[in-house]
């Protein structure tokens, strides 16, 4: 089992930055890809950005390209999601997301383990 819990999020006005945290416990971390997600009010929850394992791949959604950068520290077991240059269309919960390969996370845009979300608001 994963436990992740997300921190982070809050109220910022377009073009400002956020970063999201994400704490990870359970099985060993250093092994499984991360990715965060987000939901939309009246809309289906979206992939946003994944990294594998081994910090060597990283993958974005096109509409984050260039603003958003996913990182992870295998040490502290953690997982970031620094956004920039945030639009009112960002506003969602922003879900944390485990899986054993990261090609679930970017390619079935699915995960094996979710967290409890972190609500980003940009104001226009």
């Known amino acids: 089992q994963v436990q992740l819990v997300e921190s982070g999020g809050g109220l910022v006005q377009a073009g400002g930055s956020l970063r999201l945290s994400c704490a990870v416990s359970?099985?060993?971390?250093?092994?499984?890809?991360m990715g965060w997600f987000r939901q939309a009010p009246g809309k289906e929850r979206e992939f946003v950005a994944a990294i594998s394992w081994s910090t060597i791949a990283a993958y974005y959604a096109d509409f984050v390209k260039g603003r958003f950068t996913i990182s992870r520290d295998n040490g502290k077991k953690m997982v970031y999601l620094q956004m920039n240059s945030l639009k009112p269309e960002d506003t969602a919960v922003y879900y944390c997301?485990?899986?054993?390969?990261?090609?679930?996370?970017?390619?079935?845009?699915?995960?094996?383990?979710w967290g409890q979300g972190t609500q980003v608001t940009v104001s226009s």
């Open positions: 997301a485990a899986a054993k390969e990261v090609t679930t996370l970017h390619l079935a845009r699915s995960s094996d383990y």
């Open positions: 359970g099985r060993t971390f250093s092994s499984i890809a």
